[in-house]
């Protein structure tokens, strides 16, 4: 069976810390990993990861994909207390069509 | 573009009552996702479309939970009876991806509605 880890579940750090979220994945067929934000509304799309060992990065976010042992980290640099939110990670299938949640990572960020 | 849109944002009822809920995916996307996020816990799958077939329903309790996509635009969901443990977002998602577009990297993303946020008195 499919299935997506994220590692910690929960984490709270102070404004300025640096956080790495961790999430590793069992799929068949996997093609992408996707980095999702979810504050109170629907998840906010972050990134996109398909190649091995390239690093994407926007703004104080950044994250990077390891096709070889299966996992992926999402950075936050310089945290703010707009960071607190949940991040999710799903993996995306060779077709575009399964996608297999993770449990998400609940980051609060105090002031 | 229009987003994914859901109604109702907000729904009351008690145990065994029946709900609906409603979608309007992105103007051109094939692929539409009903889930279910029960709160603390990541989106659980519980039905997908590909224009206005089912792909896959596998963790869709038939019993209870009922979805169409009759013309392969919006789609319903439907809980009847409810019950306490259906108290959950119902979240809408969409995406371009269709059967043999393998290995589209263009066409990854999952674009998700505000949700509907079902509790069950």
């Known amino acids: 069976e499919d299935k997506v880890v994220q590692s910690p579940l929960s984490l709270v750090v102070h404004e300025g810390d640096t956080v790495t979220l961790n999430c590793s994945y069992e799929?068949?067929?996997?093609?992408?990993l996707l980095w999702y934000k979810q504050e109170k509304k629907a998840p906010t799309f972050l990134f996109m990861l398909?190649?091995?060992?390239i690093e994407k990065k926007s703004g104080r976010l950044s994250s990077i994909l390891d096709k070889k042992e299966l996992f992926s980290i999402l950075n936050i640099t310089a945290t703010q207390t707009g960071d607190s939110a949940v991040y999710l990670c799903?993996?995306?299938?060779?077709?575009?069509?399964?996608?297999?949640f993770g449990p998400g990572t609940r980051l609060s960020v105090l002031p | 573009e229009a987003g994914v849109a859901q109604s109702p944002r907000y729904k009351i009822i008690e145990k065994r009552q029946s709900v609906a809920f409603w979608c309007n995916p992105i103007?051109?996307?094939?692929?539409l996702y009903w889930y279910q996020q029960i709160l603390g816990q990541g989106p659980k799958l519980l039905i997908q479309?590909?224009?206005?077939?089912?792909?896959?329903d596998s963790q869709l309790p038939k019993d209870r939970f009922s979805a169409e996509r009759l013309k392969g635009v919006d789609s319903t969901l439907k809980i009847q009876p409810a019950k306490l443990e259906d108290s959950a977002v119902y979240l809408c998602?969409?995406?371009?991806?269709?059967?043999?577009?393998?290995?589209?990297?263009?066409?990854?993303?999952?674009?998700f509605g505000e949700g509907s946020r079902l509790t069950v008195l």
């Open positions: 479309f590909q224009n206005n077939g089912v792909v896959d």
């Open positions: 398909t190649s091995s060992g």
């Open positions: 103007s051109g996307h094939a692929t």
């Open positions: 799903v993996s995306r299938d060779n077709y575009g069509q399964n996608f297999v």
């Open positions: 998602a969409s995406s371009l991806a269709s059967p043999g577009r393998r290995g589209n990297s263009n066409t990854g993303e999952l674009f």
């Open positions: 799929v068949t067929n996997f093609r992408s």
